[in-house]
């Protein structure tokens, strides 16, 4: 029932602010459209911290950010303009398409201190929608179907499952979900859909004879109908139809390699532009010899 467990990977954002890396992976680079898949924190922010913990302006192209807290606040900042904090069961949902700058920011923290917890995932656009023009929307905790069963309680940010459809717009069949497990509490996996995956979040749950800690995703074979919560568990449920091969540089996704050149030419040369409620900082283009992940659909 279990293809490959994949063990998140430690990393810091500078700062305080360390991430879960868990896609891509060396082995396993996405699942269904999911590109990238970072685990945020945990981590306790005391008032008056520097901005060294909050990123700074930076470019994407050719994928949609979403960004989801399960606790904590972002202050968002792009460059259409929109400019609002992201809290605890909202979602960001940013499609870069030919290109989006936007910088995420603590400043509640900053003000009076925070615990951040969430993830962001990346999902790649289709080719026919790589080039797209670049949108912004925010959902509401209630603007997204929730529902309560048999000590589950989920939260459909994406797609289509558990016979509901979630408002989020998106450009190729997936599906994306948050479940609060009580223990002993079985979930459903999602079915009708290539590839899909768990990622366990807090907490453990068993997926037939294998169990699954915290920081821990496990990509599934077309058998696996279900999850057990060991205990009290966060449990993050993703997957769809593959898009097709992609290379990833950076914040870039494009099936094409000269148009992640491109990118990185616009960006280094000050032709992208920033936010205009945030560009006094920037992130640098990193070191050029160090360009072109490929990443298999």
């Given amino acids: 029932m279990i293809e490959m467990i994949i063990d998140q990977q430690r990393r810091s954002l500078g700062g305080p602010i360390e991430v879960g890396r868990v896609l891509p992976f060396a082995k396993r680079q996405m699942v269904g459209p999911f590109i990238f898949?970072?685990?945020?924190?945990?981590?306790?922010l005391t008032a008056g911290i520097d901005d060294s913990a909050d990123v700074h302006?930076?470019?994407?192209?050719?994928?949609?950010?979403?960004?989801?807290l399960f606790s904590g606040e972002l202050m968002h900042r792009d460059s259409l303009g929109y400019e609002l904090p992201i809290r605890p069961e909202e979602v960001n949902w940013m499609t870069a398409g030919r290109g989006i700058t936007h910088s995420e920011r603590f400043e509640r923290?900053?003000?009076?201190?925070?615990?951040?917890?969430?993830?962001?995932?990346?999902?790649?656009?289709?080719?026919?929608?790589?080039?797209?023009a670049p949108?912004?929307?925010?959902?509401e905790s209630g603007d997204l179907p929730f529902w309560d069963a048999a000590a589950v309680r989920g939260h459909l940010i994406a797609g289509s499952a558990y016979g509901l459809t979630s408002g989020a717009k998106t450009h190729s069949p997936l599906f994306y979900a948050h479940l609060e497990m009580r223990a002993g509490a079985r979930a459903e996996i999602p079915g009708g859909y290539s590839e899909r995956a768990?990622?366990?979040?807090?907490?453990?749950?068993?997926?037939?004879?294998?169990?699954?800690g915290a920081g821990q995703m496990a990509v599934v074979t077309p058998e696996a109908s279900s999850i057990r919560a060991a205990e009290p568990s966060t449990v993050m449920l993703l997957g769809g139809e593959p898009v097709g091969e992609r290379f990833l540089y950076w914040n870039f996704v494009s099936s094409s390699q000269e148009r992640l050149r491109q990118?990185?030419?616009?960006w280094k040369a000050g032709r992208i532009k920033l936010p205009d409620a945030d560009?006094?900082?920037?992130?640098?283009?990193?070191?050029?010899?160090?360009?072109?992940?490929p990443v298999r659909a």
């Fill in 37 to 44: 898949f970072d685990h945020i924190g945990p981590v306790d």
């Fill in 57 to 68: 302006a930076h470019p994407h192209i050719g994928l949609s950010t979403v960004t989801y």
């Fill in 109 to 132: 923290a900053r003000a009076v201190g925070d615990r951040i917890h969430g993830i962001q995932a990346w999902v790649a656009l289709p080719r026919e929608h790589e080039e797209t």
């Fill in 135 to 139: 949108a912004f929307t925010h959902y």
């Fill in 198 to 212: 768990v990622y366990v979040a807090t907490g453990a749950v068993e997926l037939g004879d294998r169990r699954l």
């Fill in 263 to 266: 990118a990185a030419e616009d």
């Fill in 279 to 293: 560009d006094r900082e920037f992130i640098p283009l990193p070191d050029a010899a160090r360009i072109k992940l």
